[in-house]
């Protein structure tokens, strides 16, 4: 018996702690991501910092949208020392299917964020390009190489990796041994630089962008044997033109996709089947029926969320200078990334999630129906165990699951892709439109003056918001 009443008493505490709700991270956004999607990047930065300065369950968060928000605004060393911080924080580790489940049947939004897989490589790539656009390229290849590594400790249950390479980091990491190899006129650094390059193709062939590097960078490197065979698998040859400089430009289109939830876990028909068949094939107590289960089921959500897509009006930026237009290309599409991401995980753990959810639905009715028992044999007993008759038998278990949320934190303000086009032009003062493409043509035309050196490389980078 006193078992019994244990167990009522443990069913009790956590009806009363699902009920005490701190104020969520999407409301303490709300006024940051207004500033900042109203293109107030550095007031929107200010907002989160007593956030990002202080110890709590979304510290992680706010310290990877503080940082990109101070990155779009041109702040690139604050946003460094803010994204460093959430560096330390973003260790990758490897989670099984088992710790996964789990990690969903309790109250997420009310433990430390961990962060999407994506999310934590994504902070190493900003703090690559702020190191980039400081001019400190030794720093920036460190960090590019960091995304290939931390992708590559990204591992499944049976070890085989879960991402490809993430090519708008390989393609940056080759820029970046390029620029330091120029700079110091080394030659070791160049030869890498080549390698990402022949990299990247490998993983794309279809990028007209890296063909021009290849074929530039060997004959620089004097392999005349790539050179040649470049020249034959892409049908032309390379000539430079010594009397120019180069204009990169690096661009973030959009918004990304956010977590939503999926709804009821019954109106989800994998879900619906899979909580069914557990619930057949289990021992059910006396009084407990496969229809009174799926009824304490009725109001809980799926718990796994989806990413949905948000507005993105922008397919491409053409880059018009000095007689000369170029298009650029999509390198990395963190929208796609994030969608497939947790659709994959969805395709792994929906099983073991259903089998979980279904054998404490089954348990917590056994429970509550011991705890009604419990009431009954304490009646003269007034206050508490009268509370836990009217608790507990009168649908704890509903009550309980109809606390059952996915957890929708996400990182906010990231690009729905990151693009990039390379451009010779003249030394000197250049005139550059940046023309916004979308569907239907142009959707926006930006001027800028843009200072360009012989021989070496001009970085622009620009973000769009809608």
């Known amino acids: 018996m006193k078992k019994i009443r244990n167990a009522s008493l ?58 990109l928000m101070l990155h779009s605004g041109g702040d690139y ?33 009310n433990t430390n964020y961990r962060g999407e897989d994506f999310e934590k490589v994504l902070v190493h790539m900003y703090l690559g390009i702020n190191f980039l656009m400081l001019g400190k390229y030794d720093d920036a290849r460190v960090e590019f190489l960091s995304v290939n590594n931390e992708l590559s400790k ?54 007209d962008i890296v063909k021009d590097d290849l074929l530039r960078v060997s004959k620089r490197l004097g392999y005349d044997d790539d050179y040649n065979e470049w020249k034959r698998t892409f049908g032309r040859s390379y000539n430079e033109d010594s009397d120019t400089g180069e204009l990169i430009t690096i661009f973030q289109a959009g918004r990304s996709a956010i977590k939503k939830s999926r709804g009821p876990i019954l109106e989800d028909k994998t879900m619906a089947n899979a909580l069914r068949a557990t619930i ?110 009217t608790v507990a038998g009168g649908g704890t278990a509903v009550a309980l699951f109809s606390q059952m949320k996915p957890d929708l934190r996400c990182w906010h ?7 990039l086009g390379r451009m010779m032009l003249k030394p000197g003062t250049q005139t550059v439109n940046f023309v916004l493409i979308g569907n239907n043509g142009a959707v926006e035309r930006i001027e800028k003056t843009v200072e360009i050196k012989k021989g070496q490389k001009t970085l622009v980078n620009m973000r769009t918001l809608y």
């Open 10 to 67: 443990a069913i009790l505490i956590v009806l009363v702690f699902i009920s005490c709700k701190t104020k969520s991270y999407d409301k303490e956004m709300m006024a940051s991501e207004e500033l900042f999607y109203n293109g107030q990047y550095l007031e929107a930065a200010r907002l989160l910092l007593p956030n990002v300065n202080k110890a709590g369950k979304d510290e992680f968060l706010f310290m990877m949208e503080c940082g």
């Open 77 to 109: 060393e604050t946003s460094n020392k803010v994204l460093l911080k959430a560096g330390k924080l973003a260790k990758i580790i490897p989670i099984s299917i088992t710790q996964q489940v789990a990690s969903f049947l309790t109250n997420d939004t």
């Open 154 to 207: 990204i591992k499944s249950e049976d070890g085989k990796a879960l991402y490809k390479q993430n090519i708008m980091a390989k393609y940056l990491t080759a820029i970046a041994f390029e620029m330091v190899g120029e700079k110091d006129n080394d030659l070791k650094d160049i030869e890498f630089a080549y390698v990402e390059y022949k990299q990247v193709y490998a993983l794309d062939s279809k990028l």
């Open 280 to 389: 057949n094939s289990a021992s059910l107590a006396q009084g407990i029926t496969i229809s009174t289960v799926l009824v304490t089921l009725n109001q809980a959500e799926n718990p796994i969320p989806k990413f949905e897509k948000r507005s993105n009006k922008v397919n491409k930026m053409r880059i018009e200078s000095g007689g000369k237009a170029i298009n650029t290309i999509i390198l990395e599409n963190v929208e796609k990334t994030a969608i497939q991401n947790l659709e994959d995980s969805y395709s792994k753990l929906y099983l073991k999630l259903a089998a979980s959810i279904a054998t404490k639905a089954i348990a917590s009715l056994a429970a509550g129906l011991a705890a009604e028992a419990v009431a009954k044999q304490f009646q003269a007993t007034k206050g508490f165990a009268s509370l836990i008759g």
């Open 413 to 419: 303000t990231l690009p729905a892709n990151f693009q």
